[in-house]
């Protein structure tokens, strides 16, 4: 690595951490619907081990971003939509509940990342605009269905979410958050069950499953899927 990419990752890590930063403010002002920018900041109020590792986070994020696209818009999009993730995460872990205008917020950066992530293309590409539409329900319309016929499967919230981030990621990658999050989420079920901290009818945040699904498929969730593929095209010409 040469030294102007070692500066450039130095940069991107302080201004992941102030960014974040301002992330941490709105996930603890966000629920209460207190103005983000108005009032003391409360990550300053005390020392917060959870405040350091967002700040900490956010600098990890900014580096990563760097690495992978080097900078240019496609480095910020994404660490934007990271951003937007992480809020969720904390916001849903706290209250069980993903604000929508969060998910609003991804769906605007998605419809911008046409601009920043691949360049437009109708049909050809993992981010066309088609494979992008075919994200919006591929995930978040069965999720709706098994939530008309069973009310207490999914939350409202972590619907809206794939359907946002389905235009973001595209149908592919979107596959594989998702199937990343239900493994991640029932690690966790599992792990809260043999703690009993819940009870098998009782419900946990799932949007935090979903998010680090939504994080790992931005970056190999298109290949995953392109593999399997592959694979099942092999199978059938063996």
Wanted: charged content about 10%; proline content about 3%.
């Amino acid at each position: 690595m040469n030294s102007i990419n070692i500066a450039a990752c130095i940069v991107a890590f302080l201004l992941g951490v102030v960014l974040f930063t301002l992330a941490n403010e709105i996930i603890l002002k966000l629920p209460n619907n207190e103005n983000i920018f108005k009032g003391k900041p409360k990550s300053f109020e005390k020392f917060s081990p959870r405040c350091l590792f967002i700040q900490i986070l956010g600098g990890v994020f900014g580096v990563l971003m760097v690495w992978q696209f080097d900078v240019s818009l496609e480095a910020v999009t994404v660490f934007l939509f990271f951003g937007l993730l992480t809020i969720i995460t904390f916001i849903d872990a706290d209250t069980m509940e993903i604000p929508f205008v969060l998910n609003v917020c991804i769906l605007v950066l998605g419809v911008a990342s046409i601009f920043t992530r691949g360049g437009f293309s109708l049909t050809g590409g993992d981010l066309s605009l088609v494979s992008r539409l075919i994200g919006m329900i591929c995930v978040s319309l069965p999720l709706f269905l098994i939530v008309l016929v069973i009310p207490d499967g999914f939350g409202g919230g972590d619907i809206k979410l794939m359907f946002a981030a389905g235009f973001f990621l595209g149908w592919k990658a979107t596959v594989i958050a998702f199937f990343i999050g239900l493994i991640i989420g029932g690690c966790q079920g599992v792990i809260l069950l043999a703690r009993r901290k819940k009870g098998k009818d009782d419900h946990f945040a799932f949007g935090p499953a979903l998010s680090v699904g939504l994080m790992i498929a931005t970056f190999v969730g298109s290949q995953m899927m392109n593999s399997y593929i592959n694979m099942i095209k092999a199978s059938f010409y063996a």
